[in-house]
């Protein structure tokens, strides 16, 4: 898979870059968890989740925010990541400028910005969050959420409680328009650290969702 440097607010940033042959194929950024505590572009749910979505079709960008590996700049509490996440989407249809379908997933922090993205850009046609911190995060942003998504946690997960992530989700389904799917993996940590018994289910369950999205090309 090629590494690729693209520019971002604060200087180069690094990523990962898995195109596919078909110049209209879908495409799909992955983002990472909280640089603070030691989240990568090489996060094994980020690593499985770009493999999910490439294997789907989509042309797969996944990247590290500022001061992270090779990426230039200093952490910054979300702002500067969102900055970061919107020039990677940039720089994904610049190389793609035929794709009809556009997607952003993220875990956990990541699925913070992911969400965040979403409100700033409205061709964005759906999105996957993994086990997103609604404990620690304000997600209010989403008033109204602009597209359906899937919405996936694990249910022994103590670092974003389930019963935040319900919540969550709760106010998100009072929204028209929208369809929000949402599913617990069953005895899953934050980090769905079982292969087999958790992260094995939490992709197939992702593929399952975006598979369906993309058959019915519906927003």
């Not at 952003?104 to 999105?127: H, K």
């Not at 019963?163 to 993996?185: M, N, S």
Request: charged fraction near 20%.
């Amino acid at each position: 898979m090629p590494e690729v440097i693209f520019p971002g607010p604060e200087g180069r940033l690094e990523g990962r870059y898995h195109p596919q042959p078909a110049p209209d194929a879908p495409i799909a950024i992955i983002l990472h968890p909280d640089p603070q505590y030691g989240g990568t572009m090489n996060n094994r749910v980020v690593y499985n989740l770009h493999y999910a979505f490439h294997k789907l079709g989509f042309t797969v960008l996944r990247f590290n925010f500022r001061g992270v590996g090779r990426s230039q700049g200093e952490y910054d509490q979300g702002i500067g990541e969102l900055s970061d996440a919107a020039s990677a989407l940039d720089y994904l249809q610049a190389m793609n400028p035929n794709s009809k379908h556009c997607w952003v997933a993220g875990f956990s922090f990541g699925a913070w910005i992911g969400m965040q993205l979403l409100m700033r850009r409205p061709e964005i046609t759906g999105f996957v969050s993994v086990a997103p911190p609604a404990n620690i995060y304000d997600f209010s942003f989403l008033a109204p959420c602009p597209s359906s998504g899937l919405i996936i946690n694990g249910s022994a997960d103590r670092v974003a409680p389930p019963k935040d992530t319900a919540t969550l989700v709760g106010k998100l389904r009072e929204q028209k328009g929208i369809t929000i799917t949402h599913q617990e993996v069953e005895g899953a940590d934050h980090f769905f650290k079982d292969d087999e018994a958790h992260m094995k289910p939490m992709i197939e369950t992702v593929q399952t969702y975006v598979r369906r999205r993309l058959t019915e090309g519906s927003r």
